[in-house]
């Protein structure tokens, strides 16, 4: 049985990156870094680069003038400036907790309840078992200006230029100040519709989407918190194919995620195959600028006209949106008008979007307030059960404290605080339920812990529940508050249904918040705390962690602990992770979570590689029938193969694999920057290119020196693991020797993918060009032992680098290594472009990407966000 004890000795200080983290992101900054004094414990700056800097935790151990030298916690001396260090009023966890304790009591009506809640609130902080959101725990008592939000959701775009103009400066406001930033596309007009003021027609929504993505890039370079941006549209919109497939061509929406809004009406239409109507308001209409605001429904109870633009088959766009999440992990769906049936702002105040991560719908100007009950604090070794008494009075504790956040932080729009002290919306969320299910020994996704979580996430609901409404009782409910239409909610259906209590309390004492419950990704704060994130599994129980030395191998602490106590011994069944559980787990997981959280829930059905798109259909369509307010999955090596159409006689049977796609990207390999003529095939468009700057002599040389691409083309796939993930290594033959390498590493659109994509570009254009001789050999020659960041394996399985990887399948290729590897000898295959793949390592694949904050590769997507494994950066923190 495992009976380690959870509970951290008071006052112990935080180490490596838990420390690291703390200090950078939610420590109360000293901004006189020349108040510097010799012992003082410093962020110093260790690589100056505009893109990846590097930072570490160290103390000053000398001073003369404005030079410094610290000493970091490994022991290594860096000589440096007072300007390139971070200095912190705050140095451990206690400090902060009594700055946060004090700020949020400092609300309350009386001296005395000041006094009473400040000492009850210290208590709720102490040892983790309340986590504020990062916006409160760094601005709340450290500065007036800094938001105690997280994401906000602004109102769709008035379909105007000013309108538009005036959405993006109230976004970049918004994000400059360190909250992320949701926006429904809907209202603006479609793709080629008339704009008589301008006598031109419109470039569309998703057009418009770019502009919004592309300036979230600009703060994301410039500010101190990187800007994060969810866009989404309904399935009436004409341009929804369109916005489903804008990822597919590289640059035009780089930095926002997206999801599409889809109705019960759309849903019906999907399963009964039947058609389905792309419409759009007249805007034509006398009163189109003054009234439409993006609600249909609205629209059309005024009486006002809608033009039908086309109709489709919804199965075709159904399918258009599972094959994109298939392929590139987007977009990801909301199914928008279940969600305003459960809502219980649904009587006054509309959801229209959800913040960048997707755990909160948000009505126009709305705002998510967040913080999270750390449930590995709740482990009660000696009863082996959860220590239920304690937990009720945290999450009790923890309703009032989100709720004193309204009133303590700042505004800077006032349509924010009209809109916030009007609902009262609040979003207690949790971390540290994996570690909880392991320590109670329960397999998360089996059918005791569908049963387990139930009545966890049920207890805390009917807690913060009565909680609210004993606050209401005390300072009154939220202004909109009608307890007939509060009650008629679906979620309020459910509640009391299974709580008749919580139903009399309402009535009886009011409702101070109109939402309470938000499972958010908690993905710096959780790393900073150092236990799992959100509502997840361990994404993994042992990572590469960066030091100055390489990546070093580490396990989580939970799974150390096993370790340290069973020596010799593997994990038992209970230790799971995120890509050893079939999607389906995880949508059961989020669904029986789900009923019992009144806004929504990041969570990321982790599927493997070979997952395919009607399994991916088969689980999109699972999570609307067990009542999850939305869905996002994410595969495993999950890429961009060719654009998607939804003709009928498009054979998309073809693309299941990618296989087919190796022929065309052949052929438009060197083509980067052709332009096909009208009628011009792709190859045309290869040669006129290729020839283009050339005489014909020239063009004579280059004909006889470069070796053209026959049709059929045999070779071997090689699996390598690398430091940015498992790398896939095409090698062909061209009359008996390598010829062209493909390289398959990473997502579509990442860093990682652009570039291993470009590598092999070049070494095939360098193998077909010019006399071959040893061309081979000189190839591995430049490209072996390169080194990155890291490396991954040992001895002369070891690999540097992607290019290292090349380097090794090349080698074994051409059977001219020195050192055998572990696989076996390549396989030709009997047929054209299907190869044998060779297993490097057995371990499971984990994608990567360069991480901008610190520069390695350990940028995974976990909880719908991407989070460095190295450095701690979420994208959504």
């Not at 999270?372 to 009032?400: C, P, Q």
């Not at 995120?578 to 969570?603: F, P």
Request: one cysteine or more; aromatic letters at 8%; proline letters at 4%.
């Amino acid at each position: 049985m495992f009976r380690l004890d959870t509970k951290t000795v008071q006052g112990q200080r935080l180490t490596g990156l838990s420390e690291k983290i703390f200090l950078d992101r939610y420590a109360w900054k000293n901004a006189d870094t020349d108040a510097t004094k010799v012992g003082d414990v410093v962020l110093v700056l260790t690589k100056d680069d505009p893109k990846f800097p590097a930072k570490e935790v160290g103390e000053v151990v000398k001073r003369e003038g404005r030079h410094v030298t610290v000493k970091t916690r490994s022991g290594e001396l860096v000589e440096s400036t007072v300007e390139k260090l971070t200095l912190t009023i705050e140095k451990t966890p206690e400090e902060m907790w009594t700055r946060l304790a004090g700020a949020m009591a400092s609300v309350e009506a009386s001296p005395e309840k000041q006094a009473e809640w400040s000492e009850k609130f210290r208590w709720l902080l102490d040892d983790w078992k309340l986590v504020p959101g990062g916006r409160i725990a760094a601005g709340a008592g450290a500065s007036e200006e800094l938001t105690l939000f997280n994401c906000y959701v602004i109102p769709s775009p008035h379909d105007s230029r000013g309108g538009i103009m005036e959405t993006l400066s109230e976004m970049t406001e918004i994000m400059s100040r360190g909250g992320g930033v949701g926006i429904n596309l809907s209202s603006l007009r479609p793709r080629r519709s008339i704009v008589r003021g301008v006598n031109g027609s419109s470039s569309g929504a998703v057009s418009w989407g770019g502009l919004f993505s592309y300036t979230t890039g600009l703060i994301e370079q410039g500010g101190s918190r990187r800007g994060a941006l969810m866009l989404m549209i309904n399935d009436w919109h004409p341009d929804v194919v369109d916005f489903i497939t804008v990822k597919q061509t590289m640059g035009q929406v780089t930095n926002a995620n997206l999801s599409v809004c889809v109705s019960n009406g759309f849903m019906k239409a999907v399963k009964e195959d039947l058609d389905w109507e792309l419409v759009f308001p007249d805007t034509s209409d006398p009163e189109y600028n003054e009234l439409w605001d993006g609600d249909l429904d609205k629209w059309k109870k005024l009486g006002k006209n809608v033009i039908p633009y086309r109709t489709v088959r919804a199965r075709e766009v159904w399918h258009t949106i599972i094959e994109s999440a298939w392929k590139s992990a987007e977009p990801g769906v909301v199914f928008m008008e279940y969600y305003n049936q459960m809502s219980n702002s649904w009587y006054f105040n509309p959801i229209i979007c959800t913040n960048p991560c997707g755990e909160q719908g948000l009505p126009g100007w709305g705002v998510c307030n967040l913080s999270a009950i750390n449930l590995s604090r709740f482990y009660d070794a000696d009863r082996h059960d959860v220590a239920w008494e304690e937990l009720g009075k945290v999450v009790r504790y923890s309703t009032r404290f989100l709720d004193n956040v309204i009133d303590k932080t700042p505004y800077h729009f006032p349509e924010n605080e009209a809109n916030q002290k009007k609902e009262r919306r609040v979003g207690l969320g949790t971390m540290g339920l994996a570690e909880l299910m392991i320590r109670l020994e329960i397999r998360y996704g089996s059918p005791e812990s569908m049963e387990f979580l139930d009545k966890l996430y049920g207890f805390m609901a009917h807690e913060a529940y009565l909680a609210s409404t004993e606050i209401a009782a005390e300072k009154g409910s939220f202004p909109a508050f009608d307890a007939n239409k509060f009650l008629q909610s679906g979620f309020m259906k459910n509640m009391t249904k299974a709580f008749p209590e919580v139903g009399e309390a309402v009535r009886k004492r009011g409702m101070r918040n109109v939402t309470v419950i938000t499972q958010a990704p908690t993905g710096s704060t959780g790393t900073m705390v150092g236990t799992s994130t959100g509502i997840e599994p361990y994404f993994a129980f042992e990572y590469y962690r960066q030091s100055r030395l390489g990546f070093d191998k580490q396990l989580v602490p939970i799974a150390q602990e096993w370790q340290d106590a069973h020596p010799g011994e593997e994990l038992p069944e209970w230790f799971v992770t995120s890509m050893s559980l079939s999607a389906m787990d995880h949508i059961r997981a989020q669904a029986a979570i789900q009923r019992w959280v009144d806004s929504s829930i990041s969570k990321t059905a982790n599927c493997p590689a070979d997952f395919t798109v009607e399994e991916t259909k088969e689980l999109y369509e699972k999570a609307f029938e067990l009542g999850c307010k939305g869905v996002t999955i994410y595969r495993d090596g999950s890429r961009d193969v060719q654009v998607l159409s939804t003709a009928k006689d498009e054979k998309k049977e073809e693309t299941a694999k990618g296989e087919s796609s190796k022929d065309e990207a052949v052929k438009a390999e060197l083509a980067t920057e052709a332009v096909p003529a009208a009628g011009e095939s792709a190859v045309a468009t290869l040669d006129r290119t290729l020839n283009a700057s050339v005489t014909p002599q020239q063009a004579q040389v280059f004909d006889k020196q470069y070796r053209s691409r026959p049709k059929v083309l045999r070779g071997a796939t090689y699996k390598f693991n690398t430091p940015f993930g498992m790398a896939y290594i095409t090698v062909n033959d061209i009359d008996g020797t390598p010829g062209e390498i493909f390289l398959n590493v990473g997502k579509a659109g990442s860093d990682v993918f652009a570039m291993a994509e470009a590598l092999g570009r070049v070494c095939s254009l360098f193998l077909r060009y010019g006399d071959h001789g040893n061309k081979v050999q000189l190839l591995i020659k430049h490209l072996k032992g390169i080194g990155g960041s890291g490396a991954v394996g040992f001895g002369p399985n070891r690999v540097e680098s992607i290019a290292d990887a090349v380097a090794q399948a090349l080698e074994q290729h051409a059977g001219i290594g020195d050192a055998p590897h572990e696989h076996a000898a390549a396989v030709e295959s009997a047929t054209p472009l299907i190869s044998a793949t060779i297993d490097k390592l057995s371990k499971p694949y984990t994608s990567t990407d360069l991480c901008p904050s610190c520069g390695s590769a350990s940028l995974i997507n976990v909880e719908g966000c991407k989070t460095c494994s190295s450095c701690g950066y979420s994208k959504c923190s």
